[in-house]
Each structure stands twice: as structure tokens, then as C-alpha cells.
């Protein structure tokens, strides 16, 4: 009885060390340590009841084992910064994994009968494991816990379910390995089966994750070779008109010289007239100082002009800016772009947008509002407006979470008086977002 008091008590010690390692956490190391230690306690007390004072009572190492793997999950999602289905899955992972050490100590136990080999073979187990996930797949874990690569891990949370289910019923519930060591080579497979399971898992959602980050990057290089390509085809005609013009100023300059004798004064006032015309026509169109975000906010004015809407516009972006000009640049494209085709089909007097930029070096303010007419339909789990066209659907909005994340920022939206308005806001003093 000895050597399962200890054992139960390792591997207590060992799940809380592996979700104070691997869950992003809400709170500072300090606070987080305090509560995973608090946990540990709460944990481990009850073992008395189905280890000592209970133990042939299969009621009460039922109910206590329920008690102990919620207190688990609960200490998981509380410490975690998200609290959602991805860290679930890190805490249904850690039971997984550190059941492993439980049942090397049973079989070592089995086999030698020796208190000191088993404890040994279990802290082994369990040091060795956590050490090699802390260095494989730690960085992933964390990674895939705060982005927004992939929305919902509920279905995932199954895999270490199942696991847990079988291991239970294969190792200590209702009979234990001592029972029947003849489950002992069949439990060995199933943990290696659990191990190749979930390095499975984590490259699908590595790969996901590449093949959506690779998608967003082609898409806004494209956007952006289409800009450059618009800014250049406007300032070679503008180059073009101009030299035209130059050439026959002397021209103008000559007829307005005739004119002037002849006292045609209001010819000479047309003729000015279209002189300034030519010029003004002929200017490169600046909306802020910072070439990429002036390149795509050049391609969203034209299609706005395209479609009759009218922008009004409140925009400065300093020509240096604190984040990645590309991933802003896709940023203001993808709001603005929902935005126009919110209020294209709309009446004359209705198309319209207002859209205000700050981006400089100690913050960044974007505020776009429109009318609407069609309830918008929100995501209960990020609170912002998703796609009516289906699941492939709505990867624009997905995008814009995903920066506001990486820069620390808030992202939010509401409806106000026939008006939606959606704004992103951060802070850069003193962070380093690039």
C-alpha cells in the first residue's frame, strides 16, 4: 500500500508541474506557482480516503478519482490565459502522460516487489517524459494556445479522453494491474499508441497552421504586387501627361500671349483653367506617409469609387511605423473591404463609410463604422461578426484577431442607431511588436 500512497502522490506532483509548464498562463509565474501548489494539495488529500481509510470500497475510489480529475481540469483552464478548449486539451494531455509513471511504477512493483526500484522507475518515468516534451513540443503547445490558428479544439479533447478512459479501466479501475499483470503488455502498447496519437495530432495542427499562414502571406503579396502595380501604372501616365504638358507649355504660354493683346480675358481664364486641371488630374493620390498602407488604401479607394460609395476618411500613418507594414496593410484592407460590401447594394445616400486611421509610433486607432441592414451575426466565442456564406468563409475577420493578438491590442465591435462599428486599439509604448 505503501508504494501506491507514493506513487499517487508523484504523479500528482508531476500533472500540476506539466500544466504549470505547458498552459500559457493568465497570471504572473509567482501567482500561477501558488495556485498549481494549492491544487497539489487539494489533489492529493483525498488519497487518503481511497487509499487508506476506503480501500476496498470501489464507490469511493470512484467518486474520489471524479473529484480528483475535475479539480485537475479545473486548475488547468483557471491558471490558463484563454481558458478554452486548447487548454482543456493540455490538461487532458497532462493526466494522459503522467499516468504513463503510475503504471512503470505498478508493473516495476509487479515484477520485484522492491518500494525503492518502483519509486525510483516512477520519478524516472516521469522526469524523463516531462523533460522530453518540455524541449519537443513545449513551444508548440504554448504557440497553438495563444493564436487563433485553429478556433476550436473540443473534438481533440476526445483523443486524451478516450486514452484516459482506457488506460483507467486497463491499470486500476475495476480491477488493478496487480490484479492482472497479464494486461501489462497490452497497457505498454496502448501508451506507445497514445504517444504516436498525439505527435500525429500536433503535426496536423503544425500543418494547419502552416498551410493558413502560407495562404494569408500569398494573399497579401498578391494585394500588394496588385497595388504597386496600380501605383506604377498611375505614375507613368501621370509622368507621361506631364511631359506632354511641358512640351507644349511654350504653346500655352504663346496663346495666352495672343490672347492677352487681344484682351480675351475669359478665354485666357479657360485656358488656365485647364492648364490646373491637367495638373491636379495628374497627382499621385496620398492618403498617409507609409508607402504600403498608402499602396493598399489606393486599391480600396478605387474599388469604392467603383462602386459609388463614398469614403470619408480621417487617416494618418506615420511613414515608420511600430508593426509589420504588410500584416497592417491586410489589416485595414480586410475591414475596409467588409465595410464596402456591407453598404454596396445600399441607396445613394447610404453608401457611405467612415473610416479613421492612427498608427504611429506610441499607438494605433482604427474606427471604421457603416449602416447596415441585415442582422449581423456574431461568434459566441469571440464576440466579433462572422460570415453568413459558411464555415470556408469569414478568414478576413480571422486575420484581424490574429494581429490584435500578436500586438497586444483589443478588438472589438457593437451596433449603435442603424451603425456598426468595429475598432482596433493598442498601446505600443514600451512593447516591441515587431
Known amino acids: 500500500m505503501h508504494y501506491k500512497n507514493i506513487s499517487y502522490t508523484i504523479s500528482h506532483i508531476f500533472v500540476v508541474l506539466f500544466m504549470y509548464l505547458f498552459i500559457a498562463p493568465r497570471y504572473s509565474r509567482q501567482k500561477t506557482a501558488a495556485i498549481c501548489i494549492a491544487s497539489f494539495l487539494a489533489i492529493t488529500a483525498p488519497n487518503v480516503l481511497k487509499l487508506n481509510i476506503f480501500p476496498d470500497s470501489r464507490l469511493c475510489y470512484f467518486l474520489v478519482t471524479i473529484y480528483q480529475i475535475a479539480m485537475t481540469q479545473f486548475t488547468g483552464l483557471f491558471i490558463s490565459k484563454k481558458r478554452d478548449s486548447k487548454a482543456l486539451f493540455v490538461g487532458l494531455s497532462a493526466s494522459n502522460y503522467v499516468i504513463a509513471g503510475s503504471i512503470m511504477a505498478a508493473i516495476i512493483h509487479i515484477c520485484t516487489g522492491n518500494l525503492y526500484l518502483c519509486t525510483a522507475g516512477c520519478i524516472v518515468t516521469h522526469v524523463t517524459l516531462i523533460f522530453v516534451l518540455y524541449v519537443k513540443i513545449r513551444d508548440i503547445w504554448v504557440k497553438y494556445q495563444t493564436e487563433e490558428s485553429m478556433n476550436s479544439w473540443w473534438k481533440l479533447c476526445l483523443i486524451p479522453v478516450f486514452f484516459y478512459c482506457g ?197 494605433l486607432l482604427i474606427h471604421i463604422k457603416n449602416e447596415y441592414e441585415q442582422e449581423i451575426l456574431f461568434d459566441s466565442e469571440t464576440g466579433l461578426p462572422k460570415s453568413r456564406n459558411g464555415k470556408n468563409h469569414g478568414f478576413g475577420m480571422q486575420s484581424v484577431q490574429a494581429f490584435a493578438d500578436k500586438i497586444g491590442g483589443n478588438l472589438g465591435c457593437y451596433c449603435e442607431d442603424s451603425m456598426f462599428h468595429i475598432m482596433l486599439f493598442a498601446k505600443f509604448q514600451d512593447i516591441n511588436v515587431q
Open 167 to 363: 488506460f483507467s479501466s486497463l491499470t486500476f479501475f475495476p480491477f488493478t494491474i496487480d490484479d492482472h499483470p497479464e494486461n501489462i503488455p497490452g497497457v505498454v502498447l496502448f501508451i506507445i499508441a497514445m504517444f504516436a496519437s498525439h505527435v500525429i495530432v500536433l503535426q496536423y495542427v503544425s500543418s494547419e497552421s502552416q498551410r493558413t499562414a502560407i495562404y494569408w502571406q500569398n494573399v497579401l503579396f498578391e494585394s500588394y504586387i496588385q497595388g504597386l502595380e496600380n501605383q506604377y501604372y498611375l505614375v507613368e501616365q501621370s509622368e507621361k501627361n506631364l511631359r506632354i504638358l511641358r512640351h507644349d507649355i511654350r504653346h500655352y504660354s504663346g496663346l495666352i500671349d495672343s490672347l492677352l493683346e487681344q484682351g480675351e480675358y475669359d478665354e485666357i481664364k479657360k485656358v488656365t483653367e485647364h492648364i490646373n486641371t491637367v495638373t491636379d488630374g495628374n497627382k499621385v493620390t496620398r492618403y498617409c506617409s507609409n508607402m504600403i498602407a498608402n499602396t493598399m488604401l489606393c486599391c480600396m479607394m478605387e474599388k469604392a469609387c467603383s462602386l459609388a460609395i463614398e469614403v470619408q476618411q480621417d487617416i494618418v500613418i506615420s511613414k515608420e511605423i511600430p508593426v509589420d507594414s504588410y500584416e497592417f496593410a491586410m489589416v485595414v484592407a480586410n475591414l475596409f473591404d467588409n465595410a464596402l460590401n456591407c453598404v454596396k447594394d445600399f441607396a445613394e445616400r447610404r453608401k457611405y463609410v467612415d473610416i479613421k486611421i492612427r498608427c504611429e509610433k506610441d499607438g
